[in-house]
């Protein structure tokens, strides 16, 4: 009788900043036999990226390339598309990566490169969401993980949580709990990448089975 085992995705992680999701996702991993999925190298455009420390302590291979390095835009992309595939990754995860990837990265993965992003999209695109809720007054924010496409922040939405704002929040307040609430999100929604259980319709993301994160 034969068995069969599901493939294990093997996953990139792009980040700019502390990594704190990039920890999130390694430990999610480490915590369930049937994730699916490993990490086979970090790659940030800032070489002192927290993140990067991360995985270094953990032994994963990491990429550092900053921009100011290359001629232009288009070089340093090129660069960090080239280091990424030489990892072989099935999957991309932008957890905290703070620059725009093109159609030229994209199509390397279609489908296939997945953002977390700290405001109920769409509202609040861009790199300040946090900041930029709390200054329109709003009640109510929150995380989305989804696919990236070729527009910032704007792919098709794997899922959402709500954070309240509070009265006396700022930005770090505010933002420490959209973290905590993206530290379970991200995870769930890689998984569910990296076992094939998302088809996309249009900008509809449905989850096979169903089974919101
Ligand atoms: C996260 O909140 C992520 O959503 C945000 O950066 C933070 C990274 O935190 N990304 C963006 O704003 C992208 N537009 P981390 O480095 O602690 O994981």
Do not use: Y
């Not at 490993?38 to 900053?66: F, K, M, W, Y």
């Amino acid at each position: 009788m034969s068995t069969s085992v599901p493939p294990t995705r093997r996953v990139a992680v792009l980040v700019s900043g502390s990594g704190t999701n990039l920890v999130a996702l390694l430990e999610a991993i480490d915590a369930d036999p049937a994730f699916g999925g490993e990490v086979v190298v970090v790659a940030s455009d800032q070489p002192t990226a927290g993140g990067l420390e991360h995985a270094r302590r953990r032994g994963l291979p990491v990429v550092a390339l900053a921009l100011s390095d290359h001629p232009d835009r288009a070089a340093w992309e090129a660069a960090l598309t080239t280091a990424v595939a030489a990892h072989e990754p099935d999957v991309v995860v932008l957890a905290g990566f703070m620059r725009v990837l093109s159609a030229r990265f994209l199509r390397g993965w279609p489908d296939r490169v997945l953002n977390t992003h700290p405001s109920l999209l769409p509202a609040f695109r861009g790199a300040h969401a946090v900041r930029d809720a709390l200054a329109h007054g709003v009640r109510v924010t929150g995380a989305t993980v989804h696919l990236v496409d070729e527009q910032v922040d704007h792919g098709p939405i794997i899922a959402q949580r709500c954070v309240p704002v509070e009265p006396d929040d700022t930005e770090a307040s505010l933002h420490t709990r959209i973290k905590a609430v993206e530290h379970d999100l991200l995870p769930a929604c890689v998984k569910l990448l990296c076992q094939d259980r998302l088809h996309i319709v249009g900008r509809t993301v449905h989850i096979e089975p169903e089974e919101l994160p």
